[in-house]
């Protein structure tokens, strides 16, 4: 009934192509990149570092911290919503961790600068889950069950390890 076509998504299959290994990377950075000023301008209201002088009320319950911060724009905004946090950084890290999962499993010879990638994404959801547990007391990965603050900052903890491994020619990866 309605055919829509978004001219700034890839279909996943893309990345199922290991000649699009780095666009996959890249693609996980500018999600992230964009999730953080989410995260800074949200982070900085909620705690008083920033002070809103927008005429509009959206970023007023953050100010107040009187929303529970999952039922506003804060828990359910896109990345260009100015104070979003769970959806563009979830982005990220979905994106991060796709990317971890498929570079993981092609070779050194198949993909060029493979290694790097891998260190990069795994930078990225780490630095993704860390940025999830210092703005949510809970969350959930994937349809899982719900993870506290500090399974949140383990899982990150998990992929700064997994980066260091790479980057240091060890030659597994757990993941």
Same mark, same amino acid.
């Given at each position: 009934?309605?055919?829509?076509?978004?001219?700034?998504?890839?279909?996943?299959?893309?990345?199922?192509?290991?000649?699009?290994?780095?666009?996959?990377?890249?693609?996980?950075?500018?999600?992230?990149?964009?999730?953080?000023?989410?995260?800074?301008?949200?982070?900085?209201?909620?705690?008083?570092?920033?002070?809103?002088?927008?005429?509009?009320?959206?970023?007023?319950?953050?100010?107040?911290?009187?929303?529970?911060?999952? =039922?506003?724009? #804060?828990?359910?905004?896109?990345?260009?919503?100015?104070?979003?946090? #769970?959806?563009?950084?979830?982005?990220?890290?979905?994106?991060?961790?796709? /990317?971890?999962?498929?570079? =993981?499993?092609?070779?050194?010879?198949?993909?060029?600068?493979?290694?790097?990638?891998?260190?990069?994404?795994?930078? #990225?959801?780490?630095?993704? #889950? /860390?940025?999830?547990?210092?703005?949510?007391?809970?969350?959930?990965?994937?349809?899982?069950?719900?993870?506290?603050?500090?399974?949140?900052?383990?899982?990150?903890?998990?992929?700064?390890?997994?980066?260091?491994?790479? /980057?240091?020619?060890?030659?597994?990866?757990?993941?």
């Amino acid at each position: 009934m309605l055919d829509v076509k978004a001219p700034n998504s890839v279909p996943v299959t893309v990345f199922d192509n290991l000649a699009n290994a780095a666009l996959m990377v890249n693609s996980v950075i500018g999600d992230f990149e964009c999730a953080w000023g989410g995260f800074v301008v949200a982070t900085g209201i909620q705690s008083d570092e920033l002070q809103d002088a927008t005429l509009t009320a959206a970023n007023w319950q953050l100010d107040r911290r009187d929303d529970g911060f999952t =039922s506003g724009s #804060y828990g359910t905004a896109g990345c260009t919503g100015t104070q979003a946090i #769970y959806t563009p950084m979830s982005t990220a890290r979905w994106g991060a961790d796709q /990317a971890v999962t498929k570079l =993981s499993a092609w070779t050194d010879a198949e993909v060029a600068n493979r290694r790097a990638l891998l260190v990069q994404a795994n930078v #990225y959801a780490g630095f993704s #889950y /860390a940025a999830l547990g210092m703005a949510m007391c809970q969350a959930a990965f994937d349809l899982g069950p719900l993870v506290d603050q500090k399974g949140m900052f383990a899982l990150a903890e998990k992929r700064f390890s997994d980066a260091i491994m790479a /980057a240091t020619g060890v030659s597994t990866l757990a993941t």
